[in-house]
């Protein structure tokens, strides 16, 4: 008796060996190294290689994403302030208003 359950994101595999159960780690699964040649140096370094420019793509991408999100929150950060502002300006204006009704009382 042989049954296993195994899911793809690699957390976690319940294995049933002959009526018993184990839980092991997609991490812990033991790799088939290839044999070393040259074309597996070539193909590392290809592999680096577009590693590296993907990397540095995102990396651009992200950069940019921050920047446009520190813009956002400055335009945001100077709009409260211009609201607060007008807001404290109305607030004075209705404050002058009432005295004048409370001393004419």
């Given amino acids: 008796m042989c049954d296993s359950a195994r899911f793809n994101n690699g957390q976690l595999n319940v294995i049933q060996h ?6 092991s780690n997609a991490n812990t699964r033991r790799k088939r190294k290839r044999p070393v040649g040259d074309s597996s140096n070539e193909e590392t370094d290809e592999f680096k290689s577009q590693l590296y420019s993907m990397l540095e793509s995102n990396s651009q991408v992200l950069t940019a994403h921050l920047e446009s999100q520190n813009v956002n929150s400055e335009l945001d950060r100077n709009q409260r302030k211009e609201q607060m502002e007008s807001l404290i300006g109305v607030l004075g204006k209705l404050t002058d208003a009432l005295t004048k009704i409370a001393d004419r009382l």
């Fill in 18 to 23: 002959e009526g018993k159960v184990g839980a």
